[in-house]
């Protein structure tokens, strides 16, 4: 059974000079286990599907079917559920909450998606990506690749389904750019799907598929 | 982690803009506190003026009913009863009435369930001379103890009456006769000790010879007779002259009733005058509290709407600028899988605890300006000190009237905020 599923996604964005197209009918479908990275230049919609897929940004048409549940058909409150349940993102700009430590960093989802476990597994994944030292620590006292590892564990908290990482390794030196790339894969290995938006040969190599995108359309 | 966690770091991070929008709450509470407690302060020393301007006018009123009751001892009683057959032209040319009445009749106005006169005095009146001494004429006077009204309170007698024996001796008499206390005097052939002297008057009492009644009517070979009862009308509205003629001339036909003090009327009315103007004082300072009071709310109305307001627009503006600052924190959030609730829950609650700092912080600053400054407009707080103006209902109104100011000036920044489009937020950060 696929994880996910789009069908002809069409999106448009208001432009100064006119419609911008930046979904024209994309399809993918997600299996368990799979790592597909989506490249392709600046501005051609890598984004706008991520966010497309990841039950943020509501299509102007085609259908999303995530773990067979249509993420559109639902109230924004079920939406949020869903994200919350099964979908983990992991961005180019971290974007942690500055005030709070890394502990507390990663047990975000937990705000959303509460459970009596959620610190233990926020251990887990801390030691798991090497910032047990780091676990107090808030983000303007970590390095660019220990920032991005706890966005990772935190997009890994509530065990989703679905990874959605939106230029992860931009930031990152080579080290801990293969480092992230690594956690992801083995996400995938462990029964995850993975997308990766990406503009880096290196970092697409990882994936099992590479999708090349150009105008909002999968080439 | 739980949201409150998330509230309270998010506060802590932020301090300067935490404390920055508590300012204003806290000035606009300090200023309500300080102007309600002002009020509180004026209202209470209106009270204690009123309470005591009060205090003084009852024991002024008491010490006019006394000087009353004493003005009229010393102007005589003001109601006499006399012999109906007694000329009243030959009455006044003397001074003293010619005819009698029995003794008897006293009793009867005694036990009569009459109350318009009181302290009720039988007299015997005649004029005596001395032989060998053809210069000294005198009033002899016969006075007994004032005949107790069984109906009546006992009340304390005007005037105490002179024992058998002994005489008191006007002062001019006195002094013709060359007589002082303790002396020995002749009375129409009888001998009486003098007892007092009394000081000089300036009227017919200075050559009065005061005895005992039984003694006069001896002396003046009147037994059983008096030619007057003197006794002193009520200072009710029951007592006009006619009233007392009327009720009298029922119980006592054979006798008429002249009133005498007419100064002493005078007098009881300008004591009353006096009580009157007393109260109009009183009236005019409490008038005066009442219009400064009514002053000092009518600033207290136009004061407080525009603290509460500049203190909300401030508010509202800071917690817009929070939100702003937060767009990506707020995007990720909705990323994660936070609900809208869960951003106004956030935002709300920094708005509750913003209002209950600067209330508690606001309520302490104002109660000590309005005390210092009540105690500097000269207001004394009396045995409570400034417990007197701590009222619990202000704090309380204060500690719920903030968060609510806080609350409802977050609402709309809170909106925006729990609206945000999430992908906007991460695209734009």
Redesign the interface.
Known sequence: MALLQARDLHKVFPGPHGKVPALAGVSLTLDPGEFTAIKGPSGCGK?TLL?TL?A??RPDSGNLSVLDREPYAMT??ER??????SIG?V?Q?F?L????SVL?NV???????PSTDAQSRALELIDLLGLKDRADHVPSMLSTGERQRTALA?ALL?RPKILLADEPTGNLDEDNGALVLEHLSDFAKQGGAVVLVTHEREAAAHAQRVLQMRDGRIA | ???W??VV??I???KVDFVVSAAAITLAVAVFVAVMTLLRAHEARASDLASLRKDETMALMRTVQDDYRKITLKSGYNVLVLSKDQDLAQFYAQGYASEFIPESHVNKLAESPLITVRHLMPTLSGTIGWSGRPDVHAILMGVRSEVPQSHLDPKAPLSQPVEHGQVRVGFVLARQLEAREGDSIDVLGRPFTVSEVPPERGNADDITLWLHLEDAQAVLNRPGQINAIMALSCHCAEATLEGIRGEISKLLPDTQVIQLAAQTTVRALARDRAAALSDETVAAEEDYHRTQQRQQEALAAWLLPVAFLCAGAWVGLQALVNVRARR??I??????????R?VIFIFLVKAVLLGVGGALLGYVLGFATGLTWSHLEGVSFGDYGARALFDARLALGALFLAPFLSVLASWIPTQIAARQD??LA??I?
């Not at chain 2, 995007?331 to 809208?340: D, E, K, T, V």
Request: hydrophobic content about 45%; glycine content about 6%.
């Open positions: 984004s966010f990841g943020l940004l924004g409150e949020a559920a869903l994200r919350a349940k993102f961005f700009q974007h909450t500055p005030y709070l507390e047990m975000a989802p937990a705000l959303a998606l935190r509530n | 982690m739980s949201l966690r998330l770091r998010e802590a991070y932020r990506s924190e995007g990720i959030w909705r990323a994660l899988g936070l609900r809208s869960h999430p992908v991460l695209r950060d």
